[in-house]
């Protein structure tokens, strides 16, 4: 068994930036390798941007890529960040995979932002893929839920169970 | 076994705060609740402020307070920020308490400035607390440490077994 | 002669303001009477929100609102914080307004964001209308510009005359 | 007349930053170049740090280099930035020298903080030297100061005449 965390980036507001050529907000590159950096994180880990996306645009496609990768991967601690709206979809997509702990997060206000969820969410991930036994988890909010009963409430801006 | 995360803040640099009427830095209030409000972090939680030192200043007396605080605790799961020079003497201290998850986390940079890894590693303790079996753990630099043989490099500026 | 600042706030990026609830982000209420006050700003002055839109969305009409908002304010001194799309054709509409220094600044990245040159730019704006003789100023990238020659260059990302 | 601005840097709280190997904070190098070129200042400009000191450190002979650099200098705008303690009684030191317009500012909290006055300050400081007709001024708290009436009001956390 390897202590390895293999980190796939999928987009979502987490890496969410401003263009002002564009006058607006789009999914940029990953904050999460630079945040891992600043944060002076010392774990195995490798970070791979699968994708980047707004989970709204999320296609079947994608979630097989994502579980793809998933199943490929030799590391058994496997973190995926997420845009929130279809994070539970996908997490539903990732059971079954023998021996791995599989930890989806992300955010509720870009990593970009003075006032935004993304490094403590990420921090609070990474323990748990590290922590918890082989299964497929929601890591949102200071909570750890089971995607077969997890839901996003996008009026109170938060997962519930 | 109640869900309750108890956390109690013991001061350290995660709490320092700079005072232009004495141009210098000192431990203040703690950053903790209204970092766990930000985040809309939603497990049940209670933050309880133990002690406001420097690490370095802790007693004997000090460490027996924050052991008899954690036994009384109706919670099983137990969150204490620590500075960080000391911390794993206090976690050694700790050892023994039947049924409790116990995590000890801090700052090597300040939670009042840019730069800092409070946020991130308030959020990687908070998922360890909830995800660790009973015992004492060391989280930081985003590791889960045994305290046996956990230390603080400071040259490195960071923790290594 | 007052030394009252009137500051009137239009909208554009520096108030953007990333939205959950709709993925995207829109002008908000304005950061600028919170920046005012957590820098510690002693000038007499007031806050005032006369529009809240995306400058390219501003129209002759508002405008009209802008202009006349200066001509009845009894302060000499005052600046607007507006889109800077269309910043440049706002200061031409406001020439003639005689014993006023009027200076209008914005921002490249929204006042939300870890790295926005809105403090910078609200900071240098003020100085500029307390210190500059009577006219109308565009104050952007740390230059006071002429609004006769000063235009943007959206691919360089700054004003340029 | 040259319209370069002339950047000296001389330490005080504005640059001071935290160090875990000593569990303090110290007046490092200076942030005022990194913070000029990210709010992406084109005005003509140069940054040149004198002194790396606390102000109530600063000695008659420091007093003496700072006039010396002002005077050497070929630009007619300089902006001098320094610990707020002993800001006025530097100021007032500066007075006489032909033809130049001389502004000195600093910050309540560090620039390395969350919440610092520093880039605000900044920002105030560079217009009013640009803008401003040939004298001494301390550019604090959104105001202009005659260094002859100005002082720190260290209990108001302030500058006041």
Redesign the interface.
């Known amino acids: 068994m390897s202590d390895l965390i293999d980190i796939f980036t999928t987009g979502g ?1 987490i890496d ?1 930036v ?1 263009f ?2 564009l ?3 789009q999914v940029g590159p990953t904050a999460v390798a630079d ?2 950096r ?6 195995d ?1 490798r970070v791979t941007q699968l994708l980047r996306k ?1 989970s ?1 645009d999320l296609t079947g496609e994608d979630r097989v890529a994502i579980r793809q990768a998933a199943e490929d991967s030799e590391a058994n601690h496997i973190l995926i960040t997420h845009g ?2 279809t994070m539970v979809e996908t997490a539903r997509m990732l059971g079954g995979i023998d021996g791995k702990t599989i930890v989806l997060t992300g955010a ?3 990593a ?4 935004s ?1 993304a ?10 893929v ?3 036994p082989p299964g497929v988890y929601v ?1 949102m ?4 839920f089971d995607p077969a009963t997890a839901r996003k409430d ?2 109170g ?4 169970d």
Chains 1, 2, 3, 4 share one sequence.
């Open positions: 507001t969410k401003y002002d050529a006058s607006e907000y945040m891992l600043q944060n002076n994180v010392q774990c880990h707004d709204l929130t709206d509720l206000q870009p970009s932002l003075k006032h969820d490094e403590f969410n990420i921090g609070f991930a990474l323990a748990a590290q922590a918890l890591a909010n200071g909570r750890i996008r009026a801006g938060k997962f519930v």
